[in-house]
């Protein structure tokens, strides 16, 4: 019974330390895949990452503008060739309608020497709305507000002319709905000079 209780143990044991090996041998290979992995990773750029920067909602929203802008004003009689630049102090703005409620509670207690507590507990929740189509739900919208244009540059090879120029200034402040005074038309460098 001894001798049987002693061999248990050694193959308890011995089946311990291959397990103990089995898993350190399974960390070393993994860690040797990962090493030998990493330098191609960089090398592509790991597919978590993204290979180019990050472009934000108001650059976007900056580049659209200044490209519809110059596709209006090559359009313009004698404009030419037209770099435009727009650039904005706050991207739109959406606000979504919210389903609030408001709960209000009082309680009055008394107590064995005759006198009154009051409690009272204010609770207040919110619940965005959503509007269920076919297998979506989409926020309800309640107003958009556009996004404000901090400033506009035009470079144009015709804005040398002050005819051109003008024309493409009219052009800019009512297209967006700019301000004057945040528009600045200049004549591309190379372009004839007209006084």
């Known amino acids: 019974m001894k001798w049987q209780l002693g061999k248990q143990m050694w193959l308890l044991l011995g089946a311990t330390l291959l397990g103990v090996l089995l898993i350190l041998a399974g960390n070393a290979m993994r860690e040797t895949q990962t090493a030998e992995q ?3 990773q960089e090398q ?3 597919p978590g990452r993204a290979a180019e920067p990050v472009v934000s909602l108001m650059t976007s929203q900056e580049e659209f503008l200044a490209e519809k802008v ?6 313009v009689e004698g404009a030419g060739e037209v770099q435009v630049a727009v650039r904005l102090s706050s991207s739109t703005r959406s606000s979504y309608a919210v389903n609030a409620t408001t709960g ?3 309680t009055e207690e008394r107590d064995q020497g005759g006198g009154t507590r009051v409690i009272s507990e204010e609770s207040d929740s919110g619940q965005l709305v959503l509007l269920r189509g076919t297998g979506s739900e989409n926020p309800v919208m309640e107003q958009e507000s556009a996004a404000d ?10 804005a040398a002319d002050p005819g051109v120029k003008a024309r493409l200034f009219r052009a800019v402040e009512t297209g967006l709905g700019v301000e004057p005074h945040k528009i600045l038309v200049l004549p591309m460098e190379g372009s004839d000079q007209k006084r």
């Open 44 to 46: 592509q750029g790991s």
């Open 149 to 158: 244009i901090a400033g506009v540059l035009v470079v144009a090879r015709g």
């Open 70 to 75: 110059r596709d209006m004003l090559v359009m």
């Open 38 to 40: 990493a330098p191609a």
């Open 104 to 106: 209000r509670k009082t």
